[in-house]
């Protein structure tokens, strides 16, 4: 079966100090990886997506950039983190050809 | 008309009772969408898809309706445990757009 991980769980980083999150899927082939953050009491909004190893599509402009350097690795970094990046951050990966989506237990960060 | 809309709640409800939520979308070429739901500070878990019609997993219900461009989410015979944020999803080519979910309370 199909799982998802997601590293770490938790994060408090200060004001300016760079970021690397990591998501691995297993299971799966060529799935289409996704990052959201979800800022506290709010929707989720789409940060990058991949179909495939080294396509990241942006879907909203900021300091944060995504990588998929193996077909079942997405990783999302910054240079430097502003206050306004504290959120949930969750990956999630879809299926070729399928339409569900699943999502990984996220990572909660808090920049200080 | 935002790609996803849902009543941001939240809806308060007495345990036993029966619930619904509506969510409209503004593409009208979807074909498929789906309900998730999100305990506090946990992630998305997909929870229903509606691929036709509608589709029935015992308490719940979802139901599609493709000329007003609206699917609904009917919780019959509400438990505790059924409190949390539900979310409506659609897909649109390699993307999928959440909508900002609705956040429901059964009281006990």
């Known amino acids: 079966s199909q799982t998802i991980h997601q590293w770490p769980a938790t994060l408090v980083q200060p004001v300016g100090s760079p970021l690397s999150l990591e998501c691995t899927v297993e299971?799966?082939?060529?799935?289409?990886l996704y990052w959201y953050r979800q800022a506290a009491g709010r929707g989720l909004q789409l940060l990058f997506y991949?179909?495939?190893?080294?396509?990241i599509s942006s879907e909203v402009p900021q300091n944060l950039s995504a990588s998929r350097p193996q077909d079942r690795q997405f990783i999302l970094s910054s240079k430097k983190l502003l206050l306004s990046d504290s959120g949930f951050y969750l990956c999630?990966?879809?299926?070729?050809?399928?339409?569900?989506?699943?999502f990984g237990p996220g990572t909660r960060l808090t920049v200080t | 008309r935002k790609e996803v809309e849902q009543d941001p709640g939240p809806f308060n409800v007495p345990e036993g009772a029966t619930v619904a939520f509506n969510c409209t979308y503004s593409?009208?070429?979807?074909?498929?969408f789906f309900w998730y739901r999100q305990d506090c500070r946990k992630e998305p878990k997909l929870l229903m898809s509606?691929?036709?019609s509608g589709n029935e997993d015992g308490r719940f219900t979802a139901q599609l309706n493709r000329a007003s461009q609206y699917i609904s989410l009917l919780i019959r015979d509400s438990k505790l445990s059924d409190s949390a944020t539900y979310l409506c999803?659609?897909?649109?080519?390699?993307?999928?757009?959440f909508g900002k979910g609705t956040r429901l309370h059964i009281l006990p």
């Open positions: 509606v691929y036709s």
């Open positions: 991949s179909v495939g190893i080294g396509q």
């Open positions: 999630a990966w879809r299926g070729t050809g399928g339409l569900e989506q699943y």
């Open positions: 593409n009208s070429a979807s074909q498929s």
């Open positions: 299971g799966t082939s060529n799935p289409n």
């Open positions: 999803v659609v897909p649109l080519n390699d993307k999928i757009i």
